[in-house]
């Protein structure tokens, strides 16, 4: 199985500061056949960089997420953006981040349906499920992890399964967070397990890759990457300096090596 890079840069960047990052990644980067690398900018940056990943055909390097997308495919929908208008540019989409979940209010049926949309569209989502600190606290992290997965994945099909990605990001190990603590290797290899009995249990089979993200950074990224389950991370503070990033891309072919 390949091993997932993936920055998601939130709302940080101007177009013309994403285009300049996506150049200097460029220039970084080695092309490894095992290593997917995937960016998420903001919206209005994805049409910029797609066009300048296809001019210098560099789409092999580097390849595409959206942060998020809408389930219908047009309409009276103000602010919102559907598979449909993203197809081509983007492979990936990120759906229900615990930042969609908590700050918009994204509820777990609004994200089932962003999650078969994705699919129907042939955009790969990367389904994130993590608990709170107060669950944590109260000893629900699996019920939480379960029960995300269990509605999220919900009109998602035997057949379609294969084409989802899980990332685990425990709300309290996002850097943003107030109070943001790291997640131990120990912490993290117990829930990607929870995760993978959940899809062994959903569709008798597990083949979906389950990345780890939270305050990942270049010193911590090869104790996350070799924790058994764990196929990649996702990032956000760690992906806003390309410098760091390739660090991390280089760090998970040495790993899988
Ligand atoms: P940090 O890597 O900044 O903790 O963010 C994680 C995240 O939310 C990626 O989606």
């Not at 939130?10 to 285009?19: A, C, I, L, Q």
């Not at 540019?89 to 994705?118: L, N, Q």
């Not at 993590?130 to 009109?155: C, H, I, P, W, Y």
């Amino acid at each position: 199985m390949k091993t997932y890079i993936v920055g998601n840069w939130k709302m940080n960047f101007t177009v013309g500061e994403s285009s300049i990052y996506l150049h200097k990644l460029l220039k970084l980067i080695h092309f490894y056949r095992g290593i997917e690398v995937v960016v998420a900018p903001s919206t209005i940056a994805l049409q910029t960089l797609s066009l300048q990943l296809n001019r210098q055909s560099n789409r092999k390097k580097v390849k595409l997420a959206a942060q998020n997308l809408y389930y219908r495919d047009y309409g009276a929908y103000t602010g919102e953006v559907s598979v449909s208008q993203l197809t081509g540019i983007v492979d990936y989409a990120i759906i229900g981040h615990s930042e969609r979940r908590y700050i918009f209010g994204e509820t777990d049926k609004e994200i089932s349906k962003k999650v078969a949309a994705a699919i129907r569209g042939n955009i790969t989502p990367i389904l994130c499920v993590g608990e709170t600190a107060n669950e944590r606290d109260f000893g629900e992290t699996e019920e939480v992890l379960k029960d995300q997965l269990l509605s999220g994945l919900r009109d998602v099909s035997l057949e379609d399964i294969k084409k989802v990605i899980i990332a685990y990001e425990p709300v309290w190990a996002i850097s943003s967070v107030k109070g943001a603590r790291l997640a131990s290797p120990d912490d993290v290899a117990r829930s990607i397990e929870i995760i993978h009995e959940q899809l062994k249990a959903l569709y008798k089979k597990d083949e979906n890759p389950v990345l780890y993200g939270g305050s990942v950074n270049p010193s911590n990224a090869g104790a996350y990457l070799t924790i058994p389950g764990v196929n990649g991370l996702l990032m956000g503070g760690s992906s806003l300096i390309a410098d760091q990033f390739n660090a991390i891309i280089d760090l998970a072919k040495r790993v899988q090596n």
